[in-house]
Structure formats: structure tokens, C-alpha cells
């Protein structure tokens, strides 16, 4: 099993651009998650997507930020337009729903960098 | 809300055990977790013990519950350079994480 793949892993760029980013969970996993880090306010969760469908994105900070789950195997992250503060590693993790526990297994995250 | 605190740093000496411990408020918490994460890599999932149990051993680590105080603790046994990493306790009741700020372990020969 290949684990939760990102891309990129390093994305650096200017202010008021636009930023993508991607994910591919774990096969046959139903639940995905994306969360950022900073030093500052350690790991966020941003959103949640259960079968695809966004549950909870109560986490993302503004309009700015925009997630989207076409698929099973595929999530897409987007800032537009991007700020410096928007700087943070951004982690896509992938679980499988159980009845309880969810047992969240995490991507190697994409560190971005807007300057 | 839900709140995990973590000690910050912990430095041990290699083959000694590291006792990491974390506190934790929310009493309808269902599971708990540890993750590790070394630099420039994402969180591994190390292991996770169910509110009901008091104990778990999985080769050199062992989680201990105390439920009614709210506190988890994990041992890791002879402990190796590579362990040297940075260690988040989480809770949750559903689909929610909350994790601590995370426990920097330095282990030194």
C-alpha cells in the first residue's frame, strides 16, 4: 500500500496567487481530512469529507480556501488568492468510517510558502 | 471545547524508557492516540488504546489510561536514536482529533 500520497511536497509562491493542492488517500478508505500546521497553533483540521460529501468545514478559515472530493481517490486543497499567513504544512490524511474510532492515517503534507 | 496539554521536551538517554504524558478534558472522549512525526515527514499513527481499556502493549510501547483523571501516558522501552522524534497525544469521540502541541523527544547516547 502506497499510504496517502501529496503533491507537491514543497510549493513556494507570491501573494495573491492561486495555490492547488492534491491528494490521493488510501484505497478503500471512505473518510478523508485535511488539516494544516504552524508553529503557532499546532495541527488544524480544515475540513472533513465522509463518501465524498464535505461535512464539517467549519475549520476552514475564509473564502479564500476551497476543497473539493471528485472522487474516491482523488481531493484537491485551494487558496485563491494565497497570503503570506496562508504559509503552513498542509497534512491530507485518509480513515476508514468505523462504528467508533477512526484511525486517521496521514500523507508526508505539502510545506508551503507564500512570500 | 476540547483541550490536550503535552510537556514539551523530554531528553533521554538511549536504552533508558521515555515516559510521554498527556492530559486531556473531554470526559466523552472515545478513543485516544499517540502519533509520531519526524522531521519533515507527516504523523504516524504509533497506536491508540479505547476509553474503556486501562492498558495497551504493542512491542516496546505501552499506553497507560487513567479515565477518571483524564490522563494518558505512553512508554517506550529501550529506547532507540530513532525514536528520537516529536510524539502528539489526540483524542476524539467521532471523526474530530484534537491533538496536543506535541512532545519533542531528544534521545542522546
Known amino acids: 500500500d502506497a499510504g496517502v500520497i501529496q503533491s507537491p511536497r514543497h510549493e513556494v509562491t507570491e501573494m495573491g496567487q492561486e495555490v492547488t493542492l492534491r491528494c490521493k488517500p488510501i484505497s478503500g478508505h471512505n473518510s478523508l481530512f485535511w488539516y494544516r500546521q504552524t508553529m503557532m497553533r499546532g495541527l488544524e483540521l480544515l475540513i472533513y469529507?465522509?463518501?465524498?460529501?464535505?461535512?464539517?468545514d467549519s475549520g476552514m478559515p475564509e473564502d479564500r480556501f476551497s476543497a473539493k472530493m471528485p472522487n474516491a481517490s482523488f481531493s484537491t486543497l485551494k487558496i485563491q488568492p494565497s497570503e503570506p499567513r496562508d504559509s503552513a504544512v498542509y497534512f491530507c490524511?485518509?480513515?476508514?468510517?468505523?462504528?467508533?474510532?477512526?484511525?486517521?492515517?496521514f500523507g508526508p503534507g505539502t510545506r508551503l510558502t507564500v512570500t | 471545547g476540547e483541550d490536550v496539554e503535552q510537556s514539551l521536551f523530554l531528553s533521554v538517554r538511549e536504552g533508558d524508557s521515555s515516559v510521554i504524558n498527556c492530559t486531556y478534558t473531554d470526559s466523552s472522549s472515545t478513543y485516544l492516540y499517540w502519533y509520531k512525526q519526524e522531521p519533515g515527514a507527516g504523523l504516524q499513527l504509533l497506536t491508540y488504546?479505547?476509553?474503556?481499556?486501562d492498558m495497551k502493549q504493542d512491542q516496546r510501547l505501552t499506553v497507560l489510561l487513567n479515565k477518571k483523571d483524564k490522563h494518558l501516558s505512553l512508554r517506550i522501552a529501550d529506547t532507540q536514536t530513532g525514536d528520537s522524534a516529536i510524539y502528539f497525544c489526540a483524542e476524539s469521540n467521532d471523526y474530530k482529533l484534537s491533538f496536543g502541541a506535541g512532545t519533542t523527544v531528544t534521545v542522546r547516547a
Open positions: 469529507f465522509n463518501n465524498n460529501v464535505p461535512i464539517d
Open positions: 490524511a485518509s480513515s476508514l468510517t468505523r462504528l467508533y474510532g477512526y484511525e486517521q492515517y
Open positions: 488504546i479505547f476509553s474503556n481499556m
